[in-house]
T-cell receptor, first 114, second 114 residues
């Protein structure tokens, strides 16, 4: 058990809809990362937050947004969903903000857009 | 930009045989390298990491990897495969930019036959 909790585990929704994925990091971890895993794109870094502030942005679409709250949990909002957004979305956390802090991954949220 | 290439999307070995999963990186500065493992329906788990110091890194479950700067490689090995090693393995690179943004390879699925 990594200590990172993601909800829900599965989400099925229709095109055009909006969903929110939630992540609770390991106790004490200040950094939260979001990754998207799909068959054609592999593991893609989306965005990182550190102690409530956005620190790094990757291949995140404008239709997607995220935030980290004062209690350090994070939410990833996906809107105007398209079929291609179907993927596994992972949250990870780390204790620090540096390059050598290992990431601890949750079990992911599987999003299916129909 | 940094990147990693994993040779072979699938590797098949017999139980008890040597496991060798290949990873080559591309980076203009000294990289920090990681191997993660993903079991079915689970998140990624850190196997081992190289930051500085000894180039032979030992990880969990009997795995090790050697950083070879001259070959820009960070191959993962295990002397004797076990059925429980069947999983997907990801090599990742991170730069010393003050924050960690992992760039993952496309993954190698390890199949272990009895």
């Amino acid at each position: 058990d990594s200590g990172v909790t993601q909800t829900p585990k599965h989400l099925i929704t229709a095109t055009g809809q909006r969903v929110t994925l939630r992540c609770s990091p390991r106790s004490g971890d200040l950094s939260v990362y979001w990754y998207q895993q799909s068959l054609d794109q592999g593991l893609q870094f989306l965005i990182q937050y550190y102690n409530g502030e956005e620190r790094a942005k990757g291949n995140i679409l404008e239709r997607f947004s995220a935030q980290q709250f004062p209690d350090l949990h994070s939410e990833l909002n996906l809107s105007s969903l398209e079929l291609g957004d179907s993927a596994l979305y992972f949250c990870a956390s780390s204790g620090g903000n540096s390059y050598n802090s290992p990431l601890h991954f949750g079990n992911g949220t599987r999003l299916t857009v129909t | 930009a940094q990147s990693v290439t994993q040779l072979g999307s699938h590797v098949s070995v017999s139980e008890g045989a040597l496991v060798l999963l290949r990873c080559n990186y591309s980076s203009s500065v000294p990289p920090y390298l990681f191997w993660y493992v993903q079991y079915p329906n689970q998140g990624l788990q850190l196997l081992l990491k190289y930051t500085t110091g000894a180039t032979l890194v030992k990880g969990i479950n009997g795995f090790e990897a050697e950083f070879k700067k001259s070959e820009t490689s960070f191959h993962l090995t295990k002397p004797s495969a076990h059925m429980s090693d069947a999983a997907e393995y990801f090599c990742a690179v991170s730069l010393n930019t003050g924050f960690q943004k992992l760039v993952f390879g496309t993954g190698t699925r390890l199949l272990v036959s009895p």
